[in-house]
């Protein structure tokens, strides 16, 4: 019997409480051991793999986690007593003392589990709706569960206690968790859950150096959000990827990126500020940079679930401090470049007032794009239609497109038609979000 996850089952589990964690290789399949000192210490994507497995099994929702801990014990041990990011009940069990070869380690192990249980290998790296969707399926009957991804076997299982249970020792037949699953399978009470590397319940085997660089580059596919324009997906993302991993090697905090972009922006204001043609062009590419910094504060948190209310908020606020002062640097570049209050212009003051108007535009957008968000999370909208009017809104609001029409007018050296554009557009922008949330379209 074989079942397949989609993408749509994602909420969190409730039919898994408990992880067994083995942190030695080969205890699925002998012939599966580590090569090039691939092991649970291994750093992918910022994180140990054990640090990953553990982080990621809390975030699925599961109480307590069983380790079955190799020579590592200790070093393993620190990471997680040092770490604020684990707040899930933690049991060792040394491997000196409870081999996973063994038949009565799952016997005694069976004892101590309450319902179904994941067994899982620390050098798997998975999605998170990967564990939340076995859940589900260990909820719905008692049945042992193997997943299989690209049709191959993982070190990924679920097993009930019955089927841990062990009464005569297994000699010959191969890994205990192995011989237990074929047994099982033999009753007809195993289900294969199929996926693959493509769906949102991935899952890898980090067996050597070409695994743990696939693996990362999983991870970060699975960051692409839902409100990212042509150029963030086909152009900001692959930069910003190799930046994360700078930023990751380094050490640096989320909110630390957070500045870097900040800072570059900052200067890309100034830089436009100047007024020339080649200003305009720098400006330009200066802004593209700190977009793609700005990617990578957002990665780096989830990559290392760090993810914080602190984080999300400093963000949107340094991107629209920045947002206005490119308004403002290129209102001023204008300005200055025509010869200022001495300008033989008619209206000198005009490229002020147009940066000014973007800024005023700029200052009511985040307003009601914070005002729609607590709503969204408060009450939620009136009807499907006006969630989905709302959620365009906002989605043309995140887009980083607007960034290559700058750029085209830094090229054509008409910066102050970007200027129109902006302070016109900016402003339809949150009238229509501002008519879209009125109070008598929400729900009651």
């Given amino acids: 019997m074989a079942g397949t996850l989609s993408k749509e ?6 039919g898994l409480r408990t992880a067994i964690v083995v942190t030695v290789a080969g205890v699925f399949d002998r012939t599966a051991e580590s090569v090039g000192g691939v092991g649970p210490l291994t750093v992918v994507g910022g994180l140990p793999l054990f640090v990953r497995t553990v982080l990621t099994l809390q975030r699925a929702g599961l109480q307590e986690i069983v380790v079955l801990a190799g020579a590592e014990e200790s070093e393993l041990v620190r990471l997680l007593r040092d770490d604020p990011r684990v707040t899930v009940a933690v049991r060792w069990r040394p491997v000196r003392e409870f081999p996973p070869d063994d038949h009565r380690t799952w016997d005694t192990l069976a004892r101590e ?18 564990i939340e969707a076995l859940g589900r399926e260990a909820e719905a009957a008692p049945r042992a569960l193997t997943v299989v991804c690209d049709g191959r076997a993982t070190e990924i299982a679920v097993l009930p206690p019955a089927l841990m249970s ?28 199929e996926t693959s590397a493509q769906s949102s319940c991935w899952c890898l085997h980090v067996h050597d150096a070409a695994a743990a660089n696939a693996a990362e580059h999983l991870l970060f596919q699975s960051l692409h959000g839902q409100h990212e324009g042509f150029v963030d997906t086909y152009f900001n993302r692959a930069v910003s990827a190799q930046l994360s991993r700078i930023f990751l090697a380094l050490r640096f905090s989320p909110n630390a990126v957070t500045m870097v972009a900040t800072a570059v922006g900052l200067l890309a204001a100034a ?8 200003a305009g062009i720098v400006g330009a590419l200066l802004f593209q940079l700190a977009a793609i910094v700005d990617c990578c504060d957002g990665e780096v948190a989830r990559l290392t679930f760090t993810e914080s209310p602190l984080g999300e908020q400093l963000d949107i606020m340094t991107d629209n401090i920045v947002h206005m002062a490119i308004f403002a640097g290129i209102g001023w570049g204008a300005f200055a470049v ?8 008619p209206r000198p003051w005009l490229p002020l007032a147009l940066g000014g108007v973007a800024i005023f535009a700029n200052v009511m957008s985040l307003w009601l ?28 609001m995140a887009s980083r497109d ?43």
């Fill in 271 to 278: 830089t436009f500020s100047t007024g020339s043609y080649a």
């Fill in 338 to 345: 025509q010869g200022g209050w001495q300008s033989a212009a």
């Fill in 166 to 193: 062990v009464s005569t020792a297994i000699r010959g037949e191969g890994p205990p968790i192995r011989v237990l699953l074929g047994r099982a399978q033999a009753q007809g009470r195993v289900t294969a859950v």
């Fill in 113 to 130: 589990v309450n319902g179904p249980c994941l067994i899982v290998g620390a050098q798997m790296v998975m999605a998170r709706p990967l």
């Fill in 402 to 444: 607007f960034l290559v029409i700058l750029l085209f007018f830094a090229a054509i050296g008409k910066l102050n038609w970007f200027l129109w554009m902006t302070a016109i557009g900016a402003n339809i922008f949150w009238v229509m979000l501002a008519w879209t949330t009125r109070p008598s379209t929400l729900r009651a």
């Fill in 369 to 396: 794009v914070t005002r729609a968000r607590a709503i969204r999370t408060r009450q939620g909208w009136h009807s499907q239609e006006q969630a989905a009017r709302v959620e365009f809104i906002l989605k043309n």
């Fill in 9 to 14: 089952n994602v909420a969190q589990s409730t």
